[in-house]
């Protein structure tokens, strides 16, 4: 069984920052890659980034590159979200999702946290 818990959400104004974390457990952890994804209300859960926990490859959704930074700790099983220059529209829960293949699909991921909610105030 894997575990994921996501921490950092928070109430933040445009402009701003917030840095998201995932701590990963089980003892049959052996996910290739990690992911973060978003839904907003009324909205399909979208993705936002991923990372490989070997060689560190990374993939953004367009709506965050150069604004959201993905990252791993590899020997605390953690995985953050560095968000910068957030806006509105970033506003969701965010979710930290484990798979055997970095993708953009959320179906290619086995498990899921239980979320944690950003709001972006303009």
């Known amino acids: 069984q894997v575990q994921l818990v996501e921490s950092g959400g928070g109430l933040v104004q445009a402009g701003g920052s917030l840095r998201l974390s995932c701590a990963a457990s089980g003892r049959t952890f052996r996910p290739y890659a990690m992911g973060w994804f978003r839904q907003a209300p009324g909205k399909e859960r979208e993705f936002v980034a991923a990372?490989?926990?070997?060689?560190?490859?990374?993939l953004y959704a367009d709506s965050v590159k150069g604004r959201f930074t993905i990252s791993t700790n590899n020997a605390a099983k953690t995985v953050s979200l560095q968000m910068n220059s957030l806006k509105p529209e970033d506003t969701g829960v965010y979710y930290c999702a484990a798979g055997s293949r970095m993708s953009d699909s959320f179906s290619e991921y086995d498990y899921w946290g239980q979320g944690t909610q950003v709001a972006v105030s303009s």
């Open positions: 990372i490989s926990w070997i060689g560190g490859f990374t």
